[in-house]
């Protein structure tokens, strides 16, 4: 198992590589990952190639792995309601019956491998946790080739150390990802959604109204256009007769009514190709962030405080301004995607804590930085 | 004078001298956590208040070269607080403030020591709760909590203290304070803090820790469930997750579980089960409502021989009385006993513990089952007589071959216990020496000097900077036997 020339699509984020190797088990993964040190290749994996585009380009890049072979559903244990994925798996690809994994992704296409390797999340994260919180169990290959596992099949296990949270949201740094096992949840026989629009100075007040309900809803979500009023949309999934009395409630409660998911639900709110932005909130400053992005507009998670923003113009002084905000209201600003003129000239990942400890993470797991080279927080 | 006595002059001087312990009487009391068959009298101990006299007396070992073990409230049950002769035991005992409750955010901020409970009862002022409960929660602490990655009853529907946990300061194995996730979801960067969680103890210590807070739900309802045997009760736990249903908690005990809560708690379980299931579902009242009904018609279907649905709290609190007091009232019917805690997947569940029986009956010692059965989270008791000659050896290999049958059935050999001081022969059974070395890898990384609670988890430390040799297959059972 080697690598063949690449061709004219092969590149990240404006970067053109070498050669790309397709592996098709774990074990070839190892050789080529062997055979790549050897030749001191610097590495990028490719899964379904949705954010491929995320993150500033690769300081070097030689040899793009990509997992389209690495493909399939090694286990689906029903009853103990576990599943085991190769990496390259879509996530539209998978069908559990009366189960699902209820990882929400906002990209069509995107695979197993990529939404844990980025940490994506969508509007359900609220009721049933990220990737992080699903992921039982992990295989990986290091740089270098070393096959490595951590968790396992069951849902509740503490031996060892949580490597699976370490690779979640690493953005193929730390190595390959081949596997992983997650935990599934039953689909819910019912589910409605309850929506109602209304200035932002309204959406605190019937965020705090939810927040107080007891009705455990499985998303919140917000959406305001550009200088647009405020759509609230509340999901609530469980048994009809459950569900019937949730969304009576909501819809006292919001003033709202029932009806289908939006258009805009769980979707990006930028264009392909756009600059994107995702700011955090502690959940009691999300309606500050909201009324902040009256000039970009502003989508997202208001019940996980987890928000996302198209950027245009005058790219540097909003990101700059947004980020102010969202450090203010006691989280973060990313700039995941953007074109590459853009990305050049802000800051795409902004301060981040705790960065002394994970160089050393890094240095430990790719002591040749051969990873994904300068596509990650502090230049990592 | 030793280093260990110029550490204690130098941290009598800069915390104080009440903050340090080094009278060989006063050290013996902390000789043990819950696992009280590993004893080891510490050199010293370091009661801190605030984070910075902990990176204090972190920093005060790093600078000395003497190993550090930090602990809670000393109940963790895999010896992952055991100390270290020549080291500092660094209690959070004093670390005991609730800084922040925050309902708006849905999150607490509390310090180190701060008891399990404590969290829920502070939050329910409010409305709110802190959803992970070890059996221990009145006196466990949340950095303990923390350091293993506790579960407990509700975990199958909730998530353990990993979901749980947003943010952390914790002082590194370097002694220097670093602030891991926060108030807000999703810190870029590497998920430290989710490598942390469940690190036992050798990636730092947690000093402050932002918790997430859950609503309280508007209706809980518990059922007690007796069937003839433990298969049947199995097959009926089977049944409601097949069906759909994620109950807040599917808890099991056998014929001699219940033999002992009996005698020490009466609670008035249905005389003559073979095995109780404890059932219970929260939520939306109407969503919890119609559940309820669907549980109850699954576990008749399964040959419930009675059902007992509880009436009001109180009824409820006496069906988890029995099960929660279980461990200790095991005492009643037996003068010694191992506490084991593996995981095997749920649909294992019938043909393990008849597994666990025949190994049982072939070594001559009875062993009492009361587990998770919603998660597979096992927790057999095995019961024997220090007194009588050769049964605490047949005790120690019948709970050995259950931690095998763990890992035979592609389970875990700790579901929240941790692996602590008693398990690490174990690991290399369940992990391959790669996964081992790269576990190492975090490891070198927050602690290169490997004066972090040394000794525990792993078999095998390797130093940090040493190149990883590759080693046969044969050499993981080997290294085993050296500890």
Known sequence: MRWQPAGTDDHVAGVPARFVAAPASTEEASEVLRAAAAEDLAVVVRGGGTKLGWGPPPRRLDLIVDTHRLTGVVEHAAGDLITVLRAGTRLSDLDFGSQQLALDSPLPGATVGGSVAVNVSGPRRMLYGTARDLLIGITVVRPGGTVAHSGGKVVKNVAGYDLGKLFTG???????????????????????????????????????AVRDEQIVPSAVEVDRPPEGEVTVAVLVEGTAEGVRDRAARLEKVLGGQSGDLPSWWGAYPWQPGGTGLKLTAALSKVPDLVEAAGETGIRGSAGTGVLY???????????????????????????????????????????????????????????????????????? | MTSLDELAAGLRT??????????????????????????????????????????????????????????????????GALPHADGVLIVTAKMRDILEVAPADERAVVQPGVINLQVSRAAAAHGYYYAPDPSSQQICSIGGNVAENSGGAHCLKYGFTTNHVLGAEIVTPDGDLVELGGRAPDTPGYDLLGA??????????????????????????????????????????????????VPAAVEMMDALAIEAAEAAVACGYPPGAGAVLIVELDGPAAEVAAQFAQVTALCEANGATELRIAADDAERALFWKGRKSAFAAVGRISPDYIVQDGVIPRTAL?????????????????????????????????????????????????????????????????????????????????????????????????DPAGLANPGKIFPTPRLCGEVPRRHSAADAPAAAEIF
């Open chain 1, 170 to 208: 690493s953005y193929g740094t730390l190595g390959l990802i081949t596997e992983c096992a997650f935990r599934l949840h039953p689909v819910p026989p019912a589910r409605a959604v309850v929506t109602r629009t209304v200035p932002t100075a309204g959406v605190g007040a019937l965020l705090a």
């Open chain 1, 309 to 380: 923003a198209p950027v245009t113009g005058d790219v540097p002084r909003i990101v700059e301004r947004l980020r102010a905000e969202a450090v203010r209201a006691g989280g973060h600003a990313v700039v995941l995607t953007a074109p590459a003129e853009v990305g050049q000239a802000v800051d795409m990942w902004g301060p981040v804590p705790g960065l002394d400890l994970m160089r050393r993470v890094k240095d430990q797991f790719d002591p040749g930085h051969h990873f994904a080279p300068g596509r990650f927080v502090g230049g990592i």
């Open chain 2, 14 to 79: 800069a915390l104080g001298a009440d903050r340090v312990v080094s009278d060989r009487v006063e050290l013996r009391t902390y000789e043990c956590d819950g696992l009280a068959h590993y004893k080891v009298t510490p050199g010293l101990v370091v009661l801190p208040r605030d984070a910075a006299e902990c990176a204090r007396t972190v920093a005060g070992c790093v600078a000395a070269g003497v190993p550090f073990v930090a602990r809670g409230s000393g109940t963790g049950l895999s010896g």
């Open chain 2, 196 to 245: 942390f969680v469940g690190s036992e103890g050798t990636l730092g210590i947690a000093t402050r820790v932002t918790v997430r807070l859950t609503r309280l739900p508007e209706s809980v309802r518990t059922l007690l469930a007796a069937f003839a045997t433990t298969d049947a009760a199995g097959a009926a736990t089977s049944a409601i997750i097949a069906a759909g249903v």
């Open chain 2, 350 to 446: 019938p043909e393990v513990l008849h597994r666990i029986g025949e190994v049982a009956s072939a070594h001559g010692v009875r062993v009492a089952n009361v587990f998770h059965a919603g998660d597979g989270n096992l927790h057999p008791l095995v019961l024997f007589d220090a007194a009588t000659d050769g049964e605490a050896e047949r005790a120690e290999e019948v709970s050995g071959a259950i931690i095998d049958l763990c890992i035979e059935y592609g389970g875990s050999i700790t579901g929240e216990h941790g692996v602590g001081t008693d398990k690490a022969k174990y690991m290399p059974r369940m992990f391959t020496d790669d996964d081992l070395v790269t576990m190492q890898l975090l490891r070198c990384a927050f």
